[in-house]
């Protein structure tokens, strides 16, 4: 038996659905930046301690703590659901062309006109619109009232898609693109290489624990004990992973930090305009292709969310703890959160607004 349309939600609610822990992120990434300046100035020998054991370029413990941040959201994806993705062959060419094409661009843009005098913060916002999300976006879709399955689909597509291409598509936009256009690029030191063995250490190795994982967790208990048992058990760990990079960050960076706060500002104004534009035009491009509701919302979603935490990973990996790009990848959740909560909000208004023929009425 159908279980029929949704009810309306109560949009006060929403808020209050996110876990203590989401609901609070941008807190706790603030109190970790904090804790990072402190230890940075109490204990200065911070540096020789994490450079005492690396892997790559990367200090052991920062390794451990991305690999740790990682892991459980990959253990999330549906990989056992790949196989139906092209079911909606519009969705899936769309979501490609805005994920892989639109966004990387817009981002590539903004970085280019708001920092084009700031190489190593203007690189760092290239990598993340490069980073497709892969983690909080089924948050926000799910507070959306969007398509959960399409949702999962179009994650599991992302996370495959990025070891494959991300490396590729880091030389095109940070070095091939600039050159065509005539852009100086000198100051941007990297190799396709670093870019490559990053995304297989950070990315690679957490994709093939979670798909593992996931894999003899739904053969052993069953897909119910998995996704209302186990996930939500590993999931906060994510974020300790995230906290913990994020303390060491600022422990070693407190200086350059505290000596110019102007430039976490020139960061976060281009993240906005990209997250109000990327979201905007997904959802026209949506509701012009007469898409449902949900799956509208899905679209524009996945479209505006970025990875995070895989940027912050490919950023350590390539050029340091201490550099720009790390940092710039920071500063991103902490604007992300806010700004896709309030996104949120404009989808369900424009729910009523414009999609009330699809929309059951609320039961009292």
């Known amino acids: 038996m159908s279980a029929g349309p949704r009810t309306e939600p109560d949009e006060a609610a929403v808020i209050g659905r ?16 904090a804790v990072g300046l402190l230890v940075g100035r109490a204990l200065p020998g911070v540096q020789p301690a ?27 994806v549906r990989y056992e659901d790949m196989s139906h993705v092209t079911g909606d062959r519009k969705m899936l060419w769309l979501s490609l062309l805005l994920n892989w094409v639109i966004g990387p661009l817009l981002m590539f843009a903004l970085a280019w006109l708001f920092l084009a005098d700031q190489p190593e913060f203007r690189t760092g916002l290239i990598v993340i619109g490069l980073a497709r999300c892969i983690a909080m976006v089924l948050i926000w879709n799910d507070l959306a009232c969007g398509d959960r399955e399409a949702a999962a689909l179009l994650v599991a597509l992302n996370s495959v898609f990025q070891i494959l291409a991300y490396a590729l598509l880091g030389t095109f936009y940070l070095k091939v693109l600039p050159g065509w256009l005539g852009l100086d690029t000198q100051d941007v030191q990297f190799s396709t290489w670093d870019i490559t063995k990053a995304v297989l250490i950070f990315l690679g190795i957490p994709l093939v624990a979670g798909y593992l994982t996931r894999r003899i967790g739904l053969r052993a208990k069953g897909r119910d004990w998995y996704e209302q048992e186990f996930v939500p058990r590993i999931s906060p760990f994510a974020l300790y992973g995230l906290l913990f990079t994020i303390v060491v960050m600022f422990a070693l960076q407190g200086d350059a930090i505290t000596s110019d706060p102007v430039a976490v500002v020139g960061i976060a104004i281009p993240l906005l305009v990209y997250f109000a534009i990327m979201w905007g035009v997904s959802f026209v491009v949506g509701f012009r292709s007469r898409m449902s ?17 895989l940027a912050i990973a490919v950023s350590i990996g390539v050029w340091g703890v201490t550099s720009g790009q790390a940092l710039a990848g920071v500063i991103g959740p902490l604007i992300e959160v806010p700004a896709l909560v309030a996104l949120v909000y404009v989808s369900l208004w424009l729910r009523r607004r414009y999609f009330r023929r699809n929309v059951a009425p609320a039961v009292t």
């Open 50 to 76: 994490l450079d005492a054991v690396k892997v790559g370029q990367t200090s052991l413990p920062i390794a451990l703590g991305l690999l740790l941040m990682m892991y459980p959201v990959l253990a999330k």
């Open 18 to 33: 996110l876990s203590r822990l989401d609901r609070f992120l941008p807190v706790w990434i603030l109190l970790a930046m």
């Open 293 to 309: 509701y949900p799956k509208t919302a899905t679209l524009a979603f996945t479209a505006a969310g970025n990875n995070f935490e």
